[in-house]
């Protein structure tokens, strides 16, 4: 109880400061769009105002709205393949393989479907605002407090248990949960740690961001999602710390870079790429951490996770535009609309559809050209 009041005075200091008034965001430029693209559907999902991911699998989306209701849709042409509810309003989710999908609620229950229809649910004994994730007939879910819980997909018997010793603040915020070859990948605090998923067992666990400042809230640095995979590498953002890539194959540190930000990382076989707190867009070389590039073309604009596609790099921002730029250097290539309200976390690929989210639940899907 004493973390998660903590880590709600710090997310109310954040949002409700008297301080100095914010910086306007930077006006967008008229832009030529220099490559095609457009929208191929939209469908209307139900308010989001927990911290979305959209799961993908099989080619399919699958979402969930604040109101517990959870929908697979065809990414290619937005049909909807099943619906289901969880029953409450929820704080977590969606994680899913493609047919099991799994969602948390406000009242810390755990919640799987089997295409849509409820198949178990059981109370957890700490917050969740990470999305669990449902991979090898498992489910994972990691808490607020950075345990780590295992359970059968199946019939909802809990496996395993990880407990790391607790700090005095943690982040309500979604962190770090991904499977790389036989090992669950986790964010504890600012650690990277490789699990066993069949025992929970610790096989390496290494320091990505260091934490700074004076006080339990300056030094908060807990690593944030999503994290990017690219072959041996999961590279990932420390809280207001840092940017670094974590080799998993060995379980070592081969960079980390001081910079502040909150939002996640994407990257592909060169570069990694973020925006900071300001939303200056960098653009680090993967394998040794230099600068490659920056922009500041769209400082204060509220920049959703990023979407790296080929040559292109994809952000969301707080009035719903959709901005596609170039990877190399950040230059502008195409915006595209939506409905006015911030894009939440980051859109994905399926196939040769780009799908994002608003914070009204629409779900719009682009096809770049």
Request: hydrophobic share 40%; glycine share 12%; proline share 7%.
């Amino acid at each position: 109880m004493r973390r998660l009041a903590a880590a709600l005075l710090v997310a109310g200091l954040a949002a409700c400061s008297s301080g100095p008034e914010k910086p306007k965001p930077t006006p967008l430029e008229p832009l030529k769009a220099q490559i095609a693209g457009r929208q191929v559907w939209t469908q209307g999902l139900g308010s989001v105002d927990f911290p979305l991911r959209i799961a993908t699998g099989a080619g399919a989306v699958v979402l969930a709205s604040s109101d517990g209701r959870v929908v697979a849709l065809a990414a290619d042409t937005g049909r909807e393949l099943w619906r289901g509810d969880a029953d409450g309003k929820l704080s977590a989710g969606v994680g899913s393989d493609g047919r099991y999908a799994s969602v948390v609620t406000t009242g810390n229950e755990l919640v799987v479907l089997d295409s849509g229809k409820p198949l178990w649910r059981t109370r957890l004994t700490t917050r969740v605002v990470t999305p669990p994730l449902v991979a090898g007939e498992r489910v994972f879910v990691l808490g607020i407090d950075r345990s780590v819980q295992a359970f059968d997909v199946l019939d909802g018997r809990k496996l395993w248990v990880q407990q790391r010793p607790g700090d005095p603040l943690t982040l309500l915020q979604p962190g770090v949960l991904l499977p790389w070859k036989d090992t669950l990948v986790v964010g504890q605090g600012p650690r990277l740690a490789g699990l066993d998923p069949l025992r929970g067992s610790v096989r390496w666990d290494t320091t990505v961001a260091s934490p700074r400042g004076t006080n339990e809230v300056e030094r908060l640095a807990d690593l944030v999602g999503p994290a990017a995979r690219v072959g041996d590498a999961v590279c990932v953002r420390g809280f207001q710390a840092a940017v670094g890539c974590v080799n998993v194959e060995r379980g070592t540190l081969g960079w980390a870079k001081t910079t502040g930000g909150t939002q996640g990382v994407a990257a592909d076989e060169q570069l990694v790429f973020s925006a900071d707190a300001t939303d200056r867009i960098t653009a680090w070389k993967r394998a040794s951490g230099e600068v490659a590039w920056t922009s500041e073309r769209m400082l204060h604009r509220g920049l959703s996770s990023p979407l790296v596609v080929g040559p292109t790099l994809v952000f969301g921002d707080f009035e719903g535009q959709v901005h596609f730029l170039d990877r190399d250097n950040g230059q502008p290539l195409l915006r595209l609309p939506t409905d006015g309200q911030p894009i939440i976390g980051a859109p994905v690929k399926v196939g040769t559809t780009i799908v994002a989210v608003t914070r009204r639940g629409t779900v719009f899907a682009f096809r770049p050209e």
